[in-house]
């Protein structure tokens, strides 16, 4: 069965430091990955997917995903945060063959000042 | 397009009470989704769809029921509401080609005393 990691629940940054949100995956096969953010009180919005083409993503906002088969990672990166990032982000993974999604717990970024 | 509509947003249940959620889609998409959102545990699938008459169970179904009567909407039924039924739900839809993107509504915070 697929499953994903995120590592660290809460992820503080500086306005305009990097921001890092780690996701690892299990998979038997490489699956298609995904990140979302979560603003409060919304439902998820998708941010950028992974289906097997290039393997470094750019989504909305800046953001940008890295698929690294070798270390099962999936990680989110954006140079330089902003307030407006301020949200939960969370990885999912569904596998080939199929569409439901396995979501990892999540990670809520902090954005200061 | 008002893409996957959620009502109500907000409810309270009594014990054993019973409701139904209701999720509709405009986006013409064959599949359709059941989730829960509980605090650092991610979203957990609760039932879906990859057609009207066609449902499924996910990982967590105990306590739902759910039916596809149409393409557009896929509500959830909850028959003898519990307190671990509190939770915030929320509906997706995509659609049928692998890797495709789900898309969500704005939820429904349940809360059962």
């Known amino acids: 069965a697929q499953s994903v990691t995120q590592l660290g629940s809460h992820v503080s940054v500086s306005e305009g430091a990097l921001v890092l949100l780690r996701c690892n995956y299990s998979?038997?096969?490489?699956?298609?990955l995904f990140w979302y953010v979560q603003y409060p009180n919304q439902g998820l919005q998708l941010l950028l997917k992974?289906?097997?083409?290039?393997?470094l993503v750019k989504g909305i906002n800046g953001f940008e995903a890295e698929f690294k088969k070798s270390e099962t990672s999936f990680h989110l990166t954006k140079p330089s945060a902003h307030m407006s990032d301020a949200a939960e982000y969370f990885c999912?993974?569904?596998?080939?063959?199929?569409?439901?999604?396995?979501f990892g717990t999540g990670t809520q970024l902090k954005v200061e000042l | 397009n008002a893409g996957v509509t959620q009502t109500p947003k907000f409810r309270i249940l009594k014990i054993g009470q019973s409701m139904t959620l209701q999720c509709a889609q405009d986006?013409?998409?064959?599949?359709m989704y059941w989730y829960r959102q509980d605090p650092g545990m991610g979203l957990k699938l609760i039932y879906y769809?990859?057609?009207?008459?066609?449902?499924d169970k996910g990982e967590v179904p105990n306590g739902y029921n759910v039916s596809r009567s149409t393409t557009e909407d896929f509500p959830l039924r909850l028959e003898l509401a519990a307190p671990s039924q509190t939770s915030v739900y929320f509906c997706?839809?995509?659609?049928?080609?692998?890797?495709?993107?789900?898309?969500f509504g704005p939820g429904t915070r349940l809360l059962v005393l």
């Open positions: 997706a839809s995509s659609g049928q080609l692998d890797g495709e993107t789900q898309y």
């Open positions: 998979s038997s096969v490489p699956p298609y």
């Open positions: 992974y289906t097997s083409a290039a393997t």
């Open positions: 999912a993974v569904s596998e080939r063959g199929g569409n439901k999604l396995t």
């Open positions: 986006m013409n998409h064959n599949y």
């Open positions: 769809s990859v057609g009207a008459g066609i449902t």
